[in-house]
Structures are given as structure tokens and as C-alpha cells.
């Protein structure tokens, strides 16, 4: 396919002609499709559709599959600048690490922050993320300029804590309120953004918050993402307040319904997994983000059974949607698969299908994207296939969950217009974005006060190093020295990175 450049790729119509289209019925050949002002406009068989538009020249793609581009079901976009000061540390580091760093944000940080997670999540694959809310102190349209700009489809929450969790002080819950119609009112024309609105965990926001919420995001159309049953002392606090398991209190309060966005939702009992067949609320499965810094994972294969919408999440974890999708498929087999005997664990087209339709439908996008069918935005991607990981080909899902990586993504289009080529925008200067990042993290970081529990893999390595010298038989083993001070505090931001590197 050497003669394809990006030009052939740009205009207002486009008929494209790949050697696989995955369409809802299965992965079809010789089908062509037709993009016209962002939307599919027909996908059939190749000589129906070149005969129905005489008047376009078929862009011919071999060796290309044209697939759904990826949802990413949970994210924190102004979270990028943390990246692996996260790493190897224990549960509810949003405390420690995340809400210092968003409030350390300004705005020209936050943009940087949210268009370097933007990009990323371009360079694997992902055509939608739903961001579950910043607590920079900036405007949120500052987030939602960063994704316009940088050309993906975002459902934008709107925090709506007015309680204190610990991590700052209660609110005035008619001030929370009145910012919440006016988020959901502010992108009516933006095709691109789809304001929704976020509350950070059960415990952040009074009873009548949540319940009223639930009202606002159900009469517009749209989510409230909400981080329910993650963490075993999130589950206790739950239970010591209120008596009530998180997602028993949700219920409890009204806010329970198809309108929610449970992200992670691992520690479910029987009686909970029922709640959500009831209620007919969405689940992000975020598989890499419960390896990661998890108490669990969640029982996906059984949202699956029980037809409980869900869709797959990063939390911010890495952006990448082929990874992301091996993930769901391999922390099921492990956590589940193994233990029952069961070597399907969902088959490929279970994964491949969360990570595309199901995630565009639990982020409340399931009318708009997800889906190589007329009517949908042409949110796609173009895969080269031909390649030695996806040769010979039997069953194209399980290879693209297996195999598939964001090395093979050719193009990158949301609402039909190219955003990535070959891994870059051609539109706008990713490179210096991303220098630009390097040159504010550090300060941000600085600023933040971040408290980590373990230092950085380098420094572990050093306290764990066996001397050469053989101890003495008179000596008893020394405990182990506690970290130096530099260990637990931010990486020293003269060094050229972060993580320790020398």
C-alpha cells in the first residue's frame, strides 16, 4: 500500500475500500464503505456501493481491516503528568497522588495534561474517551478544548461532590447543581463533546445530590460516572455509615439506573450483580487499572451472562485499546476462566465488541458511535493486517484482542476525518506537545506534594540488592533500612526524567 498518503484520506466524502470491514454481523470482505460530512453513509458489498456513487473514486486499502475505533469507558485526562508515580502503589492512591496533582494544575497545565492523554489515547487506537471529571481548579472547558483541539470524541463529566471525602471540603449543593444544568447545557452544538456528569465516589456527595444527578443526566440523555465498589475500605466505610454496600446505598438513594456509569464495580456480591440487571446500569471493566493498584477484578464474563452493559476502561492506566482489550480477555481467564474450566472465556468477539459497541453504549454513546453501520459517526481505524502477527488469518477478533497493536494502526479518523497517521496528527505539532509536557511536569509535580508508599522501582532495586561481600556468621541479618527521604518524595526534577533514571 505504498501509494496511500494522507491526502487520499481527507475530504468531506470518502469511499473506502479495505480487505476487511468489521461490521455488527462479523468481519466482511470485499465490502466497501461511504463517509460523507462525519457520518457512515452506506456499507455494502463493493460493487453496490462504487455503482450507487459514481462520482467518488474508491480509495482501494490492502492489506487494511476498517474497524470501530475504540471507547475507553473511563479515563482522567488531567492525570497524564503522574504516569508512573503511580506504580506499585497501594489502593486509593487518589488521595496520595491524583487530587494533589489535578489541583496543582493551571490552566495552561491542564490543557497540556489533557491533550497528551488525548494523544495517546489516538496512538491506540481510541476514537471516544469518557474523562470521569478533573478536580483542577480550572475550568472544565479547558479539558474539553484540549480533546476538540486534538480531534477525539469525549464524554466530559462535570464533578459534582458537595460532600467531603477527605479530599476537600463540603460544598453548597445548590451551587453544584446549578453548575451541573449549566454543564449539560454548555455543548449542545459541539459535535465532538457530550458534556455528562461525574460524582468521585458514593461518599462525595449528600443523598439528594446523587439522586438529583441522576435526574439531570437521565432527562439529557447522558451519564453520571461514578467509582463504585473499587476498593475493600471504600466497600467498609460504606458499610460503616450507612449500612449499606456502595452500590446498595446508590439504590437506596435514587441514583441507581440505566443513567449510571459504575466504573470498576470489581467487589460485587451475588445480591449487587442482581442490582445492576435490574437497574440496567452501564459498568467500566478496567482490567489493567485492578492489576495495577486493585482489590479485584471485575466479573465481566458475568455481566456478559446476565446482560449487564459494560465497556472497557483504562482509568488512565495506558492508551492503548488493543492492550486494554487482551487485558479484559486475560484477567477474566485468570480470575474466572481457570478457576471454572473455562478455556471461551468470552471468545475473542466478546472483547473486541466491549471494547467498540458496548463501550460507545455504557458511555451513553450507543446511538452516535462504536459501529461500521449507516447513520454512525465514522469513528474508525484503519489496521494493517498484513503483517507476520495477523498471518495466516482464522478468526480475525481473537487475532485483533491476541495480537493486534497500536504498531499497526495506519489511520485514525473521528467523524470522518483523519486524526492520527501512522501514530502523528497532520493537522498539529504532536512532537511539541509532547516536549511541552516534559518541560511542565516536573513543576507541577514539584507542586503537588505528592506522598507515594513505595519509591521508584530503581531505588527499590538498590534496597534490595544482595552485597557481594558474604556476611559474617557472627553478624545477624539487618532489618531493612527505611527508604531514604528522597525515595518517598517527587522525583528530583533536575535529573533527565522522572522514575529514578541516572
Known amino acids: 500500500m505504498t501509494d496511500l498518503t494522507p491526502d487520499r484520506?481527507?475530504?468531506?466524502?470518502?469511499?473506502?475500500?479495505?480487505?476487511?470491514?468489521?461490521?455488527?454481523?462479523?468481519?466482511?470482505?470485499?465490502?466497501?464503505?461511504?463517509?460523507?460530512?462525519?457520518?457512515?453513509?452506506?456499507?455494502?458489498?463493493?460493487?453496490?456501493?462504487?455503482?450507487?456513487?459514481?462520482?467518488?473514486?474508491?480509495?482501494?486499502?490492502?492489506?487494511?481491516?476498517?474497524?470501530?475505533?475504540?471507547?475507553?469507558?473511563?479515563?482522567?485526562?488531567?492525570?497524564?503528568?503522574?504516569?508512573?508515580?503511580?506504580?506499585?502503589?497501594?489502593?486509593?492512591?487518589?488521595?496520595?497522588?491524583?487530587?494533589?496533582?489535578?489541583?496543582?494544575?493551571?490552566?495552561?497545565?491542564?490543557?497540556?495534561?489533557?491533550?497528551?492523554?488525548?494523544?495517546?489515547?489516538?496512538?491506540?487506537?481510541?476514537?471516544?474517551?469518557a474523562e470521569a471529571g478533573t478536580r483542577a481548579t480550572v475550568d472544565v472547558d479547558v479539558v474539553a478544548s484540549a480533546g476538540r483541539d486534538a480531534g477525539i470524541r469525549c464524554v466530559?463529566?462535570?464533578?459534582?461532590?458537595?460532600?467531603?471525602?477527605?479530599?476537600?471540603?463540603?460544598?453548597?449543593?445548590?451551587?453544584?447543581?446549578?453548575?451541573?444544568?449549566?454543564?449539560?447545557?454548555?455543548?449542545?452544538?459541539?459535535?465532538?463533546?457530550?458534556?455528562?456528569?461525574?460524582?468521585?465516589?458514593?461518599?462525595?456527595?449528600?443523598?439528594?445530590?446523587?439522586?438529583?444527578?441522576?435526574?439531570?443526566?437521565?432527562?439529557?440523555?447522558?451519564?453520571?460516572?461514578?467509582?463504585?465498589?473499587?476498593?475493600l475500605v471504600a466497600v467498609e466505610r460504606s458499610l460503616v455509615r450507612h449500612g449499606l454496600r456502595p452500590l446498595e446505598y446508590?439504590?437506596?438513594?435514587?441514583?441507581?439506573?440505566?443513567?449510571?456509569?459504575?466504573?470498576?464495580?470489581?467487589?460485587?456480591?451475588?445480591?449487587?450483580?442482581?442490582?445492576?440487571?435490574?437497574?440496567?446500569?452501564?459498568?467500566?471493566?478496567?482490567?489493567?487499572?485492578?492489576?495495577?493498584?486493585g482489590n479485584a477484578v471485575a466479573p465481566a464474563t458475568t455481566f456478559a451472562e446476565r446482560g449487564i452493559r459494560f465497556g472497557l476502561?483504562?482509568?488512565?492506566?495506558?492508551?492503548?485499546?488493543?492492550?486494554?482489550?487482551?487485558?479484559?480477555?486475560?484477567?477474566?481467564?485468570l480470575t474466572y476462566g481457570l478457576a471454572s474450566g473455562d478455556s471461551s472465556c468470552g471468545a475473542g468477539w466478546t472483547w473486541w465488541e466491549r471494547a467498540t459497541a458496548g463501550g460507545a453504549d455504557a458511555v451513553g454513546l450507543g446511538a452516535c458511535t462504536g459501529r461500521i453501520t449507516p447513520g454512525a459517526a465514522a469513528d474508525f481505524l484503519l489496521v494493517d493486517i498484513g503483517g507476520p502477527e495477523m498471518q495466516p488469518s482464522w478468526d480475525l477478533p481473537w487475532e485483533l484482542v491476541r495480537h493486534g497493536n497500536r504498531d499497526q494502526l495506519t489511520a485514525v479518523f473521528v467523524a470522518g476525518r483523519l486524526r492520527l497517521w501512522h501514530g502523528w496528527p497532520p493537522d498539529w505539532d504532536g512532537p511539541a506537545l509532547v516536549r511541552r509536557a516534559a518541560e511542565l511536569a516536573p513543576h507541577v509535580v514539584r507542586r503537588a506534594g505528592v506522598t507515594r508508599a513505595h519509591p521508584t522501582s530503581v531505588a527499590a532495586q538498590r534496597r534490595t540488592a544482595v552485597p557481594h561481600t558474604s556476611p559474617s556468621p557472627l553478624t545477624p541479618p539487618s532489618p531493612l533500612a527505611p527508604a531514604p527521604s528522597s525515595d518517598l518524595t517527587p522525583p528530583d526534577t533536575t535529573a533527565p526524567g522522572l522514575g529514578g533514571r541516572r
Open 9 to 129: 484520506l481527507r475530504g468531506d466524502a470518502l469511499l473506502l475500500v479495505p480487505d476487511v470491514t468489521l461490521t455488527p454481523d462479523g468481519p466482511l470482505e470485499r465490502h466497501a464503505v461511504l463517509v460523507r460530512d462525519g457520518v457512515f453513509r452506506d456499507v455494502g458489498p463493493v460493487e453496490r456501493i462504487v455503482r450507487t456513487d459514481p462520482s467518488l473514486t474508491p480509495v482501494r486499502l490492502p492489506g487494511q481491516a476498517l474497524m470501530p475505533g475504540f471507547v475507553d469507558a473511563h479515563h482522567h485526562l488531567t492525570q497524564s503528568f503522574g504516569g508512573a508515580l503511580a506504580f506499585g502503589e497501594p489502593s486509593e492512591i487518589f488521595r496520595r497522588v491524583w487530587v494533589p496533582l489535578e489541583r496543582a494544575l493551571d490552566e495552561e497545565s491542564a490543557y497540556v495534561a489533557a491533550k497528551l492523554a488525548v494523544l495517546e489515547s489516538l496512538r491506540g487506537g481510541f476514537t471516544t474517551v
Open 156 to 231: 466530559l463529566g462535570l464533578v459534582c461532590d458537595d460532600a467531603s471525602d477527605g479530599t476537600g471540603p463540603d460544598t453548597d449543593p445548590q451551587a453544584v447543581l446549578r453548575a451541573a444544568e449549566q454543564h449539560l447545557a454548555r455543548y449542545g452544538g459541539d459535535d465532538l463533546i457530550h458534556p455528562a456528569l461525574a460524582v468521585s465516589v458514593p461518599e462525595a456527595a449528600t443523598a439528594h445530590t446523587l439522586a438529583a444527578t441522576a435526574r439531570l443526566a437521565a432527562e439529557a440523555g447522558t451519564v453520571v460516572q461514578i467509582h463504585v465498589n473499587e476498593h
Open 250 to 293: 446508590l439504590h437506596q438513594v435514587g441514583a441507581l439506573g440505566p443513567q449510571l456509569l459504575a466504573a470498576h464495580a470489581t467487589l460485587l456480591t451475588p445480591a449487587e450483580v442482581t442490582l445492576l440487571v435490574d437497574s440496567g446500569a452501564a459498568v467500566s471493566y478496567n482490567p489493567v487499572a485492578s492489576a495495577w493498584k
Open 313 to 333: 476502561g483504562t482509568d488512565g492506566t495506558r492508551g492503548d485499546g488493543f492492550r486494554l482489550a487482551d487485558a479484559a480477555e486475560f484477567a477474566q481467564r
